[in-house]
């Protein structure tokens, strides 16, 4: 079944420094959504990526689609504390309708 | 307020014992879905439904049940054959089956002794 892999599984910075998270797929996928889960709270939606190639800004966020269609990326320059949290990546294959998810990025900032 | 709840917040029980955890939405989306959140597992399906009176096994239904009798309501029981039930149970509905973003209430944490 569809795969999806998630990297790294922890993420510790100090406060202003850059982070990145990946995410592959073993399949094409049809699109990509990216999930922010506070500690202690629930999964809320931040994007859906659905071109080839795509990039998508929410201002100190940058996603990324790969060109396959099988990688994605999310990229927080200058992080805050107010960035801590779990980032999940989600992916829908091409012929069902399930999103499958990564395990998730925890993103710790440090003050 | 549109959204989706989940109730309760904290459960507990025994083993041995089945139990029914409450997913309503007033959202008026279509497709709704069960996850299981582990620590360090992600989320995981457990069943989802794309309309009323139908729904389909996601990739650990096994120890599950579901209903979907009204387009607002999407109960799942834990069953007494699901061999390790502790978890945090989310809830989530989307206007269309894995296409839109998904809505996710704000879970109920269960634990069986």
């Known amino acids: 079944g569809q795969q999806v892999m998630q990297i790294p599984q922890y993420q510790h910075v100090q406060e202003g420094e850059d982070f990145t998270t990946y995410c592959n797929s073993s399949?094409?996928?049809?699109?990509i959504q990216w999930y922010k889960q506070r500690p202690g709270g629930h999964p809320v939606f931040l994007i859906q990526l659905v071109k080839s190639g795509e990039v998508k800004k929410q201002k100190r966020l940058t996603f990324q689609f790969g060109e396959a269609k099988k990688n994605s990326s999310l990229h927080i320059t200058a992080t805050q504390t107010t960035d801590v949290g779990t980032y999940f990546c989600?992916?829908?294959?091409?012929?069902?309708?399930?999103?499958?998810f990564g395990k998730g990025t925890l993103l710790t900032v440090n003050p | 307020d549109g959204g989706i709840t989940q109730s309760p917040k904290y459960l507990f029980r025994k083993e041995g014992q089945n139990v029914t955890l409450s997913c309503e939405q007033n959202l008026n989306h279509d497709a709704m879905y069960w996850y299981r959140q582990d620590p360090g597992q992600g989320l995981r399906l457990i069943y989802y439904s794309q309309i009323v009176n139908d729904f389909q096994k996601g990739d650990i239904a096994e120890g599950y049940s579901v209903s979907r009798e009204k387009k607002e309501s999407f109960p799942l029981t834990v069953t007494s054959a699901q061999k390790n039930p502790t978890a945090f149970y989310l809830c989530?509905?989307?206007?269309?089956?894995?296409?839109?973003?998904?809505?996710f209430g704000p879970g109920t944490r269960l634990t069986v002794t």
């Open positions: 399949t094409t996928l049809s699109n």
């Open positions: 989530a509905s989307s206007t269309s089956t894995g296409r839109g973003e998904q809505y």
């Open positions: 989600a992916g829908l294959g091409g012929s069902n309708y399930k999103l499958t």
